[in-house]
């Protein structure tokens, strides 16, 4: 059976190949510098890499990751831009009601879609409604209550009395849907960059 080294496989070769670097230098001086340089750029590509994959979800690589201009989601003038995730689609860091949640945008939902977590975070009321509310995704018909967010903040994007459903068939997903895109002046995708640009901007704060 072949280990699974998972995430830990550059730090694995990374082991690896400075000893092996270090051997072949003393023997043979002229590629020193050579080896040298080259062991301080993969360890450069690795830091870039575990960054890149890592600052979603750690606030202080966050930081680090907008240093370097590596933020997924960032703010150029009047525009929110949020570059594509690895998994294909583009996901949003939001505030919903002051929570802060990663966002699925998705221009394939008519309605902004909350998981019961985050509107219970968001002290949200959820009403079952007059009428039962069904809703079609990939997985079938499911039943939903409906919620009414008070304020959505997206960069410079701010969404106010926002209709939302929730519904423990979500899971831990939340999904930014059509009836949020259709508040903004445009939205566009231009290569692997989502761009949103709000009739209003607002400040960051």
Known sequence: MTPDLGGHAALYLL??????????????????VVISLASWAFIAVVALVVVNEREKFDPYLQRIAAVLKL???????????????????????VRVDGVERRMLVDSGATVTALSVGTANAAGLKVEAG?????????????????????????????????GVVVSPAFGDTDV????????????????????LEPHHPQDLT
Request: aromatic content about 6%; charged content about 25%.
């Open 176 to 195: 930014l849907g059509m009836n949020f895109l259709s508040k903004l002046k445009s939205w566009r995708v231009e290569g692997r960059t989502l761009i």
């Open 15 to 32: 082991l690896l190949i400075l000893p092996i670097s270090a051997l072949i230098a003393r023997r043979v001086p002229i590629l020193r």
């Open 130 to 162: 007059m009428f039962p509310m069904v809703i079609n995704t990939a997985n079938g018909q499911i039943s939903a209550k409906t919620a009414t967010v008070r304020s959505i903040r997206l960069g410079d994007i701010t969404a106010r009395d926002l």
């Open 71 to 93: 933020d997924d989601q960032t703010v150029v003038g009047k525009e929110t831009r949020i570059r594509m995730s690895g998994d294909g689609h583009f996901w949003a860091r």
